[in-house]
């Protein structure tokens, strides 16, 4: 699928995208990168913002939502280690980007949003991209998707109160989960591993999200 693509306006953008903010960094699985190098970032942010899309910096989705910074997204898809054969859970769809990412490294994604709008946008443009192994639903994600557990990977893109407890339940036996944790302005990125019949989490990196909602998230107003 990779071979085929049409290269864009952006792909020198792209290319340097991935040397200067993700190998240099110290990321260098080249499945990861060579999906980074394909994945057309800027046809997921709003039009008036696709020059900017290959910088360094996260970027608004509408909404009142934003797709992360490049090297957050390079990050957080490492730290699952996917070898091709995977389910994989998405929690915040938002532009969709994140879960284009994922399905091009796992064999089947599922992406779950609360902004049907968002949620819509999103699965047009996954299935333009051709990326017929990724699912969007509409659904409040900090719950996770009971039915299609369990999941080898389970990436939250929102901040949440706590590592929700059903998604841990969702991971299966050596799974992982990659979420940020925290409120406005001081949050980790956290690393959840199932092993056994325990679970082991530690701390990766300082982060800035927006609020995890639903009933595991943050309510309106707790997030000041
Ligand atoms: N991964 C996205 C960026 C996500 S921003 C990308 O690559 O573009 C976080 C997203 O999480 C937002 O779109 C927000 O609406 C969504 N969200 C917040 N709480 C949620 C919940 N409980 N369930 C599902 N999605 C949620």
């Known amino acids: 699928m990779i ?3 049409d290269p864009s306006p952006f792909s020198e953008q792209r290319l340097r995208m991935v040397a200067e903010q993700i190998e240099r960094r110290g990321i260098h699985d080249p499945r990861l990168l060579e999906a ?3 994945v057309p970032r800027h046809l997921f942010v709003d039009p008036e913002f696709q020059e900017a899309a290959y910088e360094d910096c996260p970027l608004p989705i509408g909404n ?4 992360s910074q490049p090297y957050i997204v390079a990050l957080m898809t490492h730290l699952l280690r996917l070898k091709g054969s995977e389910t994989v859970l998405e929690v915040g769809t938002g532009s969709g980007y994140q879960a284009a990412i994922l399905g091009l490294l796992a064999r089947q994604v599922f992406t779950l949003e609360v902004y049907p709008a968002l949620a819509e946008a999103a699965a047009r443009l996954l299935a333009e991209l051709k990326l017929t192994n990724v699912e969007v639903r509409v659904a409040d994600g900090s719950l996770g998707l009971p039915e299609k557990a ?3 990977g389970i990436l ?3 901040a949440a109160p706590c590592a929700p407890g059903p ?6 036996s ?3 989960l990659v979420i940020p944790v925290g409120a406005r302005g001081n949050q980790d990125l956290q690393l959840w591993q ?4 325990r679970f082991f989490s530690k701390d990766i990196a300082p982060v800035a999200f927006v609020p995890l909602r639903g009933s595991l998230g943050w309510k309106e107003n707790e997030w000041r």
């Open 167 to 172: 998604l841990l339940e969702q991971l299966g």
């Open 3 to 5: 071979d085929m693509f």
């Open 174 to 176: 050596g799974g992982r």
């Open 36 to 38: 980074m190098r394909w």
């Open 156 to 158: 939250v893109t929102a």
């Open 64 to 67: 009142g939502q934003t797709i």
């Open 150 to 152: 369990p999941y080898q």
């Open 194 to 197: 199932h092993k056994g019949t």
